[in-house]
Every structure is written in structure tokens, then in C-alpha cells.
């Protein structure tokens, strides 16, 4: 990605140390300036990238000995946040970066050589690097079963032939992290990464959701696309995977990263709503529509409910970066109440506004199409709770 020198009117945000509360406002402002457009165009979000770029925000979680930040969960989850109250799809985008430079044992398991590129490539703004694994016929990963991707040697390396959907970022990435299974008499499973201008790729334009649309999350199709053999990062036979062999801190830095952006959505939607509250005045009323009682007690409902959300989330980071990190039950837990949650805020909003809420002309719209988004992301509610209550039972 390249990137482009912007001028700004207000301080940039230093290279060094936590943002603060006014530089997180700052990003949130700048980045709802383009939330609409990309919207309505259902654009990779260049121009936020850009941004994003210029302030040194694409490398926050690679490590400082690369020339990064070195950021944790807890400074990585208040930076995702402040972007998704701009926009979410550039949040969902750029938290993919993130996740990948945030895991210790990726720098330890894959080659150096390759892992500090893409990590010297993010401080650069640069590096953008997304999971493609959904795929048409298996579906999620997560679920269980072999991809149909086939990964098969060649002279030089490797060779991908398949289809992905849901390719979170596709248009915009630098990199494509593929699950596939390898063509060998006993096939390894796991991720090739493959430069996103490398020959046989195809990327159709399929997503066209009813919210989170500058995700383009479009299909992308392999042909023969080649991959030097040391691209295979992480292969493993299938049993390694479903013994969950890895790292248990991905499931936190998912669960914990996926409701923050969403009680982003709901929180921006928040702040729209109390504008709306103070500055409608009808006629029959003679008063702001903030000083009935109804709209008060609805609006202290939303209050309560984002309380609920940023307290968990919080405590479970500080706890994940104290060395005391939650269990995958308790974080997915949070990401089920944090995501119903958000929902909740974003139409007692809708009540409170009858049709203006619903109306393009308002962002409100737009931010219920984008919390509902929330229910898509794995783990979903049912795999969720069975395994919440299969603990809790002792089964």
C-alpha cells in the first residue's frame, strides 16, 4: 500500500508511547469524515489507510526491536476502538494486521527472515495482511473439515488453486495469509502466505452486504498462484490443528478485538443519537426531546449498556497483559454479550427516532446495518453458550 503525505491542521499523533484520549478523538473524527462514502461505494477505505499510515498506526503492535510500537492488547484494542467509532470496516481490516504482529510464537515459528519483512512493511505503512480460510463449500475453518484450496509443490515452491470468500480486505491487502491443504500422500494443513500481486489471482466482487460493505470481503480466486516454499508458514497435520496446537492467545485477542469494534459502532451511534436528543424540538413540546423522561430513561438503558461492554472488555486485556489472560469460554462470552449488547444500544436509538433513524440521510442507518454485522464473526452464538454450558454442566 502506498503511502501518501497528508496534511493535517492539528498536531500529528507521535510514533511513541499510548495515544491519548484527544489524539483517539482526533482519529475518530478524521475517519468518520469518509465513513459514508465508502458505504455507498463499498471501496477498500484507501484514503483512511493513508491516514492511518501517516501517523504511524499500521505498525502498533509490531514489536519495537522491528521499529514498532511494541503495543499490547490493552493499547490495541483503545486504537481499534477509536477507529471503529470512525469507521468499522477500516477497523475490522486493520485489526487482521494487528492480530499477526501481536502473537509472540509468529515470530518464533515462522521463517525470520519473512516474518520481519512483513513486520518492518507495517511500521513502513505498508504490510497489510489478511486470514483467507472461509471457503464455499466447507465454509468457516472453525467448524471443522479440510480446505479445498490445494497447495502443490513445484520446482520453485508452491502452487494454490481455490476460492475464498469473505476475503476480509481483499482489494487492499500486500498479503494473503491462505488456509490450504498441501497435495502430499498424507496432506498438512495450514497457512501459505502469498503476495496479493502475485500471478493466477482473480478477485470477484461479490460482497454486497448490508453492512461492514468497505470491508470488501469479495471471493478470490487461485490459479496455479505461486508461493516460494519457505511461504508456507504454518503447515501442521490435521490432528495437530484440532488438538489446538498454537497459540490460546489468538482466541483473546478475536473474541476481545471483534466486540470492541462493534461497541464502537454502537457508541458512535450513541453520540449521534444524544446531538439528535438535544437539538430536535417539536413544536407541541416546546422543549428538546432530551428533557422527557421516557427519552431519559432509554437513553440511561444504552448508558448501562456500553458500561457493561467497556468493562469487560478492559478487564479481561489488563488481565490477558498481567499474565493472568481469561479462559477462550470467558472472552467468548464477552464477545456474546458486548455484540448483543451494541445491538441493543443501536435500536433503542431506532426507537427513540422513528424515521429519522432509518433515514440515509442520518448515520444512524448505517450504523445498525453495521452492529448487526457482529452475529457473522466466529465464533457465533450457538457454539458459543453450548460451550459455555457444557463447562458449567461438567461435560
Request: neutral net charge; contains cysteine.
Amino acid at each position: 500500500m502506498a503511502t501518501q503525505a497528508i496534511q493535517q491542521d492539528d498536531a500529528q499523533i507521535k510514533p511513541t508511547g499510548p495515544l491519548s484520549a484527544d489524539q483517539l478523538d482526533r482519529l475518530t473524527r478524521r475517519l468518520a469524515e469518509k465513513a459514508e462514502h465508502y458505504d455507498r461505494s463499498g471501496e477498500f477505505p484507501r484514503a483512511s489507510f493513508d491516514y492511518l499510515a501517516s501517523e504511524g498506526l499500521i505498525g502498533l503492535t509490531v514489536p519495537r526491536e522491528l521499529g514498532g510500537r511494541g503495543a499490547g492488547l490493552v493499547e490495541a484494542i483503545r486504537v481499534l476502538g477509536a477507529v471503529a467509532k470512525g469507521d468499522p470496516s477500516t477497523a475490522l481490516i486493520l485489526f487482521m494486521t494487528y492480530h499477526y504482529h501481536a502473537t509472540p510464537t509468529r515470530a518464533r515459528t515462522w521463517p525470520q527472515e519473512i516474518y520481519e519483512r512483513l513486520a518492518r512493511d507495517a511500521v513502513a505503512g505498508r504490510g497489510l495482511i489478511g486470514g483467507l480460510r472461509v471457503e464455499p463449500e466447507l465454509g468457516t475453518p472453525v467448524r471443522g473439515g479440510l480446505p479445498a484450496t490445494i497447495a502443490r509443490r513445484t520446482a520453485d515452491g508452491w502452487a494454490l488453486t481455490g476460492t475464498k470468500i469473505y476475503s476480509t480486505g481483499s482489494t487492499g491487502l500486500d498479503w494473503f495469509s491462505v488456509w490450504a491443504k498441501t497435495d502430499e500422500a498424507e496432506p498438512r494443513v495450514g497457512n501459505f502466505l502469498v503476495r496479493s500481486d502475485s500471478a493466477g489471482i482473480d478477485i470477484e466482487p461479490a460482497w454486497d452486504h448490508l453492512g461492514m460493505r468497505a470491508t470488501v470481503s469479495h471471493a478470490v480466486h487461485f490459479t496455479d498462484t505461486p508461493t516460494p516454499l519457505d511461504h508456507a508458514v504454518d503447515i501442521r497435520l490435521p490432528a495437530q490443528w484440532a488438538t489446538g496446537a498454537g497459540d490460546p492467545g489468538l482466541a483473546i485477542w478475536n473474541a476481545l478485538a471483534i466486540s470492541t469494534i462493534y461497541d464502537g459502532v454502537a457508541r458512535a451511534a450513541r453520540d449521534w443519537l444524544r446531538a439528535y436528543l438535544n437539538d430536535r424540538v417539536p413544536t407541541n413540546l416546546g422543549a428538546s426531546l432530551a428533557t422527557l423522561p421516557r427519552v431519559q430513561e432509554k437513553f440511561g438503558e444504552i448508558e448501562a449498556l456500553l458500561q457493561v461492554n467497556r468493562t469487560l472488555i478492559r478487564d479481561a486485556a489488563a488481565r490477558h497483559e498481567a499474565g493472568d489472560p481469561p479462559s477462550a469460554i470467558e472472552v467468548n462470552n464477552i464477545k456474546y454479550l458486548a455484540t448483543a449488547n451494541a445491538i441493543r444500544a443501536v435500536e433503542i436509538g431506532l426507537e427513540l427516532t422513528g424515521n429519522p433513524g432509518i433515514s440515509r440521510k442520518n448515520p444512524l442507518e448505517r450504523h445498525y446495518r453495521d452492529v448487526l454485522c457482529s452475529r457473522i464473526h466466529s465464533p457465533q452464538t450457538d457454539t458459543i453458550l453450548i460451550a459455555a454450558g457444557r463447562a458449567a454442566l461438567g461435560n
